[in-house]
């Protein structure tokens, strides 16, 4: 699994745009970055038995040689791809696009609950969720933000905080991430002056399996 991108002083500098952003508005923010969304590794097993089945045709078709070496050719072929599709890089190439984004996105919402974001007063919670190895971002917001705020608010935001992704500037994306979201909840909610801080201001790095 790819290692966190995270150094502690990203970790310090995403914290205080956080809390930055939070003292604009009545609004609640959370950023969860996720190494992968799913480990994929049952895709791994699919492709090497692929492969496997698809072993000895030649062998059948152009040579006299027994089964029993036919089978150990094609027993070979499933273990030799059957430990190369488990290697990271290569496992997360064999799966299909869709289903990548498929599966970040269902990480995401699972997170928006997870995070208790739908507990807030007003309803006022914001999930910005990035997955690294999907290379997927997307920002979630709770009720009763879409009540004033449409969904395509939120394009920008994602599109600019993937280009940062790509280029490796994973850190300034999601400061600049942070501030828009920020910039778009002071407008609709104001601080108050009974504001609470009701959920927490750090990063929050997941592994594959969901866990910190």
């Known amino acids: ?42 895709f791994g097993l699919l492709w090497a038995a692929l492969f496997a089945l698809a072993a000895p045709i030649p062998f059948i078709v152009a040579t006299k ?13 499933f273990l030799v ?9 290569v496992r997360y190439l064999l799966v299909p696009p869709s ?3 498929a599966r970040a996105h269902q990480r995401a919402v699972e997170q928006f609950l997870a995070q208790n974001m739908h507990t807030t007063k007003g309803r006022t ?12 971002a997307e920002v979630i917001a709770d ?27 994973a850190t300034k994306g999601f400061i600049r991430a942070i501030e828009a979201c920020g910039e778009i909840l002071a407008k609709h909610f104001p601080p108050g002056s009974a504001a609470e801080n009701e959920l927490p201001n750090h990063l929050i790095v997941l592994d ?3 866990r910190p």
């Open 1 to 42: 699994m790819p290692i966190e991108p995270f150094t502690p002083e990203d970790r310090a500098a995403i914290a205080a745009a956080i809390s930055r952003a939070e003292e604009t508005t009545s609004g609640e923010i959370v950023v969860v970055a996720a190494i992968a969304s799913d480990g994929y590794r049952s």
């Open 65 to 77: 040689w027994p089964v029993q070496y036919i089978y150990l050719i094609q027993l070979a072929v």
């Open 81 to 89: 791809f059957g430990i190369l599709f488990q290697l990271d890089r």
């Open 99 to 101: 289903i990548k984004r």
């Open 125 to 136: 919670g914001v999930l910005i969720y990035v997955s690294f190895a999907e290379h997927f």
């Open 143 to 169: 009720d009763g933000i879409y009540r004033k705020v449409p969904p395509s608010a939120w394009e920008d935001i994602v599109s600019e905080l993937t280009g940062h992704l790509g280029r490796g500037t």
């Open 208 to 210: 594959a399996y969901g």
